[in-house]
């Protein structure tokens, strides 16, 4: 997996939606099960982490062909971490 560091709101790790929490749950199993780490944010805590899209990821390594501009789409940041 291409994730070493996973953020993730706590709104999304313990959502009420049985669907919606499983999928988080399983990202973050399988960032764990793959040597990475884990950090669940509170909601009291999130800053811009909530505001955007709730999840972000450091990466393992760079992303060929990628700049700078890319990084801060929402998409995309939700797409590198969901891979």
Request: charged share 15%.
């Amino acid at each position: 997996m291409a994730v070493q560091t996973l953020h993730i709101t706590d709104d999304l790790f313990g959502n009420t939606e049985i669907a919606t929490r499983k999928k988080y749950v399983d990202l973050v199993n399988s960032v764990k099960d793959s040597g990475g780490t884990a950090h669940i944010f509170s909601s009291m805590s999130q800053g811009n982490l909530g505001q955007l899209t709730g999840v972000a990821a450091i990466l393992r390594f760079p992303l060929p062909n990628l700049t700078k501009s890319a990084v801060w789409n929402r998409n995309l940041i939700v797409a590198l971490v969901l891979i």
